[in-house]
Structure formats: C-alpha cells, structure tokens
C-alpha cells in the first residue's frame, strides 16, 4: 500500500501542476535554470484545454529557462521549438507576440534554421500590429546571409502592405518602425527602393527617422 502511494502521488502531483497551469501564476513555481519541466511548458502552450494566458506564461518561461541556460538547455530546443511554432500557430495575437519574442534567444540554436523560416512566414501573413513587432524585433538579430535571404522577403512584404494600406496608430507605426530597422540590420540593397517610398508616405517623422537610418546604413555597408 505504501509503495503504491509512493508511485501514484508524484503522478497525481504532476497532473495537478498541468491541471493548475490554466492559471498563469502557477508558473511561477518553475524557476529560472530550471528545465525539468520542459516538457509541461511545452505541453502547456500545445493543449488546447490551457488558457492563452498560461501560454503566454509558459512561453515567457521557455525564453528565461534557454537563456539563463543556454548550454544545457539547448538539449531541449528542438522541443522548445515545437513550442514555438504551436504558439505561432495559435488564434489569439498575444500567444502569437510571445512565440515571436521568445524566438530571439535561439540564434545561435541548433534549431535557428527551422525557426527563422516559421518566424518570416508568420511576419509575412500577420497583420496585427504588436505580433509584427515582436516578430521583426526578434527576425533582426539573425543577421547570417542564409537567414537574411529569407527575412529580407517577409519585411518587404510588410513594408508594401503599410504603404499600399497607410495606418498611422501608434501601434503600427511602432511595428513599420521595427520592421524598417530590421532592414537597416539585414543591410540588403533592395530594401533601399522600399525604405525610400517610406520616406515619401504620410508616416509619423519618427517612422521616417528609422528609415532614413536604415538606409545610411545600407549605403556605408
């Protein structure tokens, strides 16, 4: 009888953790450098039963663990991705805006050629202002010319789509922001033609600033 407590409490524990992420705090229990339980922060942000804030959470966590943990942690990152990617794939923005940061971490990750991709693909088809930030912000420190040939792409697009459809809330000028200084950092000549249009639409002064910058940028490289 004591064996089978012995067994069954530490299963039912676990359950509870999973049971109890729908609540965000719980993921407090999880410490920094902790990555026995990255498989729960996974499974968290994968099942469809826990709530969008407990996503958000857990893919905050994921971000936090790999960094503060990044040797050994990199153990795990192809599982990390597979949390990513659901959380890409997810139909609440917010999930989207933390998948898209919690991708910065990994550029020097086994899974940056997996990920890069996942990442360009949902900043091409995104139209929501604070994901796209979130996705140019983390695109812009994957700067190898094989990751720049897919990024270049995916911010032109959303540089066409501002231009040919003006929004100036502060929300999307905050984005086109982003997105015009990752282009500064990618370096690539044709965002020079794009970047001038910028220059010459109805954008905020601030917008233009950063592609003016952008485009010095390009010109000294």
Same mark, same amino acid.
């Given at each position: 009888?004591?064996?089978?407590?012995?067994?069954?409490?530490?299963?039912? /524990?676990?359950?509870?953790?999973?049971?109890?992420?729908?609540?965000?705090?719980?993921?407090?229990?999880?410490?920094?450098?902790?990555?026995?339980?990255?498989?729960?922060?996974?499974?968290?942000?994968?099942?469809?039963?826990?709530?969008?804030?407990?996503?958000?959470?857990?893919?905050?966590?994921?971000?936090?663990?790999?960094?503060?943990?990044?040797?050994?942690?990199?153990?795990?990152?192809?599982?990390?991705?597979?949390?990513?990617?659901?959380?890409?794939?997810?139909?609440? =923005?917010?999930?989207?805006? /933390?998948?898209?940061?919690?991708?910065?971490?990994?550029?020097?990750?086994?899974?940056?050629?997996?990920?890069? =991709?996942?990442?360009?693909?949902?900043?091409?088809?995104?139209?929501?202002?604070?994901?796209?930030?979130?996705?140019?912000?983390?695109?812009?420190?994957?700067?190898?010319?094989?990751?720049?040939?897919?990024?270049?792409?995916?911010?032109? /697009?959303?540089?066409?789509?501002?231009?040919?459809?003006?929004?100036?809330?502060?929300?999307?000028?905050?984005?086109?922001?982003?997105?015009?200084?990752?282009?500064?950092?990618?370096?690539?000549?044709?965002?020079?033609?794009?970047?001038?249009?910028?220059?010459?639409?109805?954008?905020?002064?601030?917008?233009?600033?950063? /592609?003016?910058?952008?485009?010095?940028?390009?010109?000294?490289?």
């Amino acid at each position: 009888m004591r064996l089978a407590l012995k067994i069954i409490l530490p299963l039912l /524990a676990s359950g509870a953790l999973f049971a109890d992420s729908a609540r965000p705090e719980i993921l407090d229990r999880i410490r920094d450098y902790d990555m026995r339980h990255s498989d729960l922060l996974v499974k968290i942000v994968r099942d469809p039963e826990t709530l969008r804030y407990a996503k958000v959470r857990a893919l905050e966590k994921i971000s936090v663990i790999y960094r503060q943990s990044k040797a050994e942690a990199e153990m795990v990152a192809p599982r990390y991705f597979e949390g990513i990617t659901a959380g890409l794939a997810h139909k609440s =923005p917010d999930v989207r805006e /933390a998948a898209c940061a919690a991708g910065i971490v990994f550029k020097d990750s086994q899974i940056a050629p997996f990920l890069v =991709p996942a990442l360009a693909k949902t900043l091409k088809e995104e139209n929501h202002p604070l994901v796209i930030y979130a996705c140019a912000h983390s695109l812009s420190v994957y700067t190898k010319e094989q990751e720049s040939a897919i990024i270049v792409p995916a911010l032109l /697009a959303k540089v066409d789509k501002y231009l040919t459809d003006f929004n100036d809330d502060a929300d999307n000028e905050k984005a086109l922001r982003e997105v015009c200084h990752a282009l500064g950092v990618m370096k690539a000549r044709r965002s020079f033609i794009p970047l001038l249009k910028v220059l010459q639409s109805r954008y905020d002064e601030d917008v233009k600033e950063v /592609a003016q910058e952008s485009i010095q940028a390009i010109r000294v490289h």
